[in-house]
């Protein structure tokens, strides 16, 4: 069950509470966090329903200028750091 949103495009004014805040209208919100200076952060709702509800309604929404980009999370990606032999 897939409760954790990526939102990219933020404007850098915004703060953890104005996720938490946009998000709230689709639900509990159980975590908001920025990525500092990235322009993207992760918001947690309590079910997926209301995830897939926040995505569908402001996926492509116009927040403080910039138009938002909200798809459910993807679990980060390692990268290999490899070993050298000599």
Do not use: C, W
């Amino acid at each position: 069950m897939q409760t954790k949103l990526y939102v990219g495009n933020l404007d850098r004014s915004v703060t953890n509470e104005d996720l938490k805040t946009l998000f709230s209208h689709h639900g509990e919100v159980r975590e908001a966090k920025l990525i500092e200076g990235k322009g993207f952060g992760f918001v947690e709702m309590s079910n997926q329903i209301e995830a897939e509800s926040a995505k569908k309604v402001l996926n492509g929404s116009d927040f403080k200028g910039r138009k938002l980009k909200v798809d459910i999370a993807q679990p980060p990606k390692y990268k290999s750091r490899g070993h050298r032999y000599r």
